[in-house]
T-cell receptor, first 119, second 111 residues
Framework: AQKVTQAQTEISVVEKEDVTLDCVYE???????LFWYKQPPSGELVFLIR??????QNEISGRYSWNFQKSTSSFNFTITASQVVDSAVYFC????????????????FGKGTKLSVKP | AAGVIQSPRHLIKEKRETATLKCYPI?????VYWYQQGPGQDPQFLIS???????DKGSIPDRFSAQQFSDYHSELNMSSLELGDSALYFC??????????FGPGTRLTVL
């Protein structure tokens, strides 16, 4: 069975601090996708990144960076120099690739980490 | 760029009533997914459609049904509403191996 674990329920930091959100996943599939979504207080789910299981390259996008390590089944997310606008719930998610149509399966989410960035 | 459209954005219903939520996927996306997010919870997969056929089913109650129409929009029908159905309902769309993009959600409140 597939499972995503985000052990950190809530994190509170002061602006400009760096913060890392942990994500550990379980799957028997050899091919899968990993995601991070941001959910601000307004409620929408904002896509941040998708990673293919074959691509273990780390990625950086502005203040955001992601570290994918297949050996430890982890896909961690770091925000550098955090800002108040980063305050949100962050979800890590996993999906399989379905045989028919080569399409993506449904997302399995972790419980989310609530990040509070204080000025 | 066009996004996923959901309507209505907010809906208030009484217990035992019915509700219909609508989703208009991004043009040319062939797959629609429905998720339910209870207060303080993570989104839970309900059901998905690929090329207008049901493709996968998650934890969708028997009181709920859904379909995808010829124009690719999808509707989630919910009957005999219960207090526990109060949640944020998301629709997402995708094409083949493309990322799932979420709509803004419909907030359903059952009184």
């Amino acid at each position: 069975a597939q499972k995503v674990t985000q052990a950190q329920t809530e994190i509170s930091v002061v602006e400009k601090e760096d913060v890392t959100l942990d994500c550990v996943y379980e799957t028997r599939d050899t091919t899968y996708y990993l995601f991070w979504y941001k959910q601000p207080p307004s409620g929408e789910l904002v896509f941040l990144i998708r990673r293919n299981s074959f691509d273990e390259q780390n990625e950086i996008s502005g203040r955001y960076s992601w570290n994918f390590q297949k050996s430890t089944s982890s896909f961690n997310f770091t925000i550098t120099a955090s800002q108040v606008v980063d305050s949100a719930v962050y979800f890590c998610a996993l999906s399989e690739i379905l045989d028919y149509g080569g399409s993506q399966g449904n997302l399995i989410f972790g419980k989310g980490t609530k990040l509070s960035v204080k000025p | 760029a066009a996004g996923v459209i959901q309507s209505p954005r907010h809906l208030i219903k009484e217990k035992r009533e019915t509700a219909t939520l609508k989703c208009y996927p991004i043009p040319r996306h062939d797959t629609v997914y429905w998720y339910q997010q209870g207060p303080g919870q993570d989104p839970q997969f309900l059901i998905s459609f690929y090329e207008k056929m049901q493709s996968d089913k998650g934890s969708i109650p028997d009181r709920f049904s859904a379909q995808q129409f010829s124009d690719y929009h999808s509707e989630l029908n919910m009957s005999s509403l219960e207090l526990g159905d109060s949640a944020l309902y998301f629709c997402a769309s995708g094409q083949a191996l493309d990322t799932q993009y979420f709509g803004p959600g419909t907030r359903l409140t059952v009184l």
